[in-house]
């Protein structure tokens, strides 16, 4: 009985309602959703944030991005630390971010293993493919990262021994800076300083000096260049997760990943010209390739043919460039522009540096 009644009042219900011809229905059902929906999003993020650091609030879906100045970010987050606090928690996008404002607390972060991680984001993986040092974490992560610091000490990283390559590139960019002011040619030092960081790293990773106008080796400075300062797609995953799987499809993640695969490309062929080199176990490694060539060769014998693959070592010379590269020319360009614009300080350090 029951189930022959009900639907029938519900019927007669909705015919009463729908049939209104002034539509006030669905102005009021409008005007309703509207508050309702905003409660909603107030309601699940304030639930989320009842045991989060304080932060300022900010908009639906896109956060703080309005008050963020992507140029200043330090600026951004020195201006919320005053106001909240050495810790404090705020959305970018969807994306929730905790940020520290305290070098203490930074260093307790650094030193526990559970803040380790780093966001897996999808085209990273299609890139990393889980290897490599930077985004991998645990018994890999480790095991790499003591690898790769043993050898650079190994072959005189930040030791004596880095010295002639040093002067080399010194001489290099010396001599890039007195054309530039001989013809009174506006240049961009950077260029230079990542050209002569590429270099040393190249030797040091590969064993291999290439001359500064080699084609192929500009054009691997010019894509590691163009893949530090075109973040938009990076940045677009990292804030929006849930467009993540659409960014793949897009135009300018197709030439991100076209880049890295060409870089790819330049590591494996130097690699296999080292294998040609590193004729038996009795050769002595010069680089940090020939290193992994050894340690890879043991591991196959003894039945290991994953610790040491060849991508993991193509992607762990690749993040030698990606890290090293834009961080040791951007101090330099900067060293360059303070000495410009206080001339005390330039003729302080040559005095003090002049034997």
């Given at each position: 009985m029951l189930r022959q009644i009900l639907p029938s009042q519900l019927v007669?219900?909705?015919?009463?309602?729908?049939?209104?011809?002034?539509?006030?229905?669905?102005?009021?059902?409008?005007?309703?959703?509207?508050?309702?929906?905003?409660?909603?999003?107030?309601?699940?993020?304030?639930?989320?944030?009842?045991?989060?650091?304080?932060?300022?609030?900010?908009?639906?879906?896109i956060g703080r991005l309005p008050w963020t100045d992507p140029k200043n970010l330090h600026l951004t987050m020195q201006k919320v630390a005053e106001k909240y606090g050495d810790i404090t928690s705020f959305y970018l996008g969807s994306r929730l971010f905790i940020v520290l404002n305290s070098y203490p607390m930074m260093k307790e972060m650094l030193d526990d293993?559970?803040?380790?991680?780093?966001?897996?984001?999808?085209?990273?993986?299609?890139?990393?493919?889980?290897?490599?040092?930077?985004?991998?974490?645990?018994?890999?992560?480790?095991?790499?990262?003591?690898?790769?610091?043993?050898?650079?000490?190994?072959?005189?990283?930040a030791?004596?021994?880095?010295?002639?390559?040093?002067?080399?590139?010194?001489?290099?960019?010396?001599?890039?800076?007195?054309?530039?002011?001989?013809?009174?040619?506006?240049?961009?030092?950077?260029?230079?300083?990542?050209?002569?960081?590429?270099?040393?790293?190249?030797?040091?990773?590969?064993?291999h000096r290439f001359e500064r106008n080699d084609p192929e080796f500009q054009k691997v400075n010019k894509l590691i260049k163009k893949l530090l300062e075109e973040g938009i797609v990076q940045t677009a995953s990292a804030l929006f997760p849930a467009v993540e799987r659409f960014i793949v499809l897009f135009p300018l993640s197709s030439s991100v990943v076209h880049d890295v695969e060409y870089l790819h490309s330049f590591i494996r062929?130097?690699?296999?010209?080292?294998?040609?080199?590193?004729?038996?176990?009795?050769?002595?490694?010069?680089?940090?390739?020939?290193?992994?060539?050894?340690?890879?060769?043991?591991?196959?014998?003894a039945g290991d043919f994953e610790t040491f693959k060849e991508f993991q070592l193509i992607r762990v010379i690749l993040e030698f460039f990606l890290a090293g590269t834009d961080t040791t020319a951007r101090s330099i360009e900067w060293l360059l522009l303070y000495m410009a614009f206080y001339p005390e300080v330039q003729t302080e350090s040559r005095t003090s540096s002049t034997p």
């Open positions: 007669s219900l909705a015919d009463s309602v729908f049939s209104q011809s002034d539509g006030n229905y669905k102005k009021a059902i409008a005007t309703a959703a509207i508050p309702a929906a905003l409660g909603a999003y107030v309601l699940y993020y304030w639930r989320q944030g009842r045991d989060l650091p304080p932060g300022p609030v900010g908009l639906p879906l293993y559970n803040f380790a991680g780093r966001p897996r984001l999808r085209l990273f993986l299609k890139l990393t493919r889980d290897c490599g040092i930077i985004f991998t974490e645990g018994y890999m992560w480790s095991q790499h990262r003591r690898l790769s610091l043993r050898t650079l000490r190994d072959f005189g990283f030791r004596a021994q880095t010295v002639e390559m040093v002067d080399d590139q010194l001489d290099s960019i010396f001599q890039t800076l007195d054309e530039a002011a001989t013809s009174v040619t506006p240049m961009e030092v950077l260029g230079t300083f990542i050209l002569a960081s590429n270099s040393i790293i190249t030797e040091m990773t590969l064993g062929k130097e690699i296999q010209q080292r294998e040609k080199v590193m004729v038996d176990e009795s050769t002595e490694p010069e680089c940090l390739c020939d290193v992994y060539i050894h340690e890879k060769r043991k591991a196959e014998k």
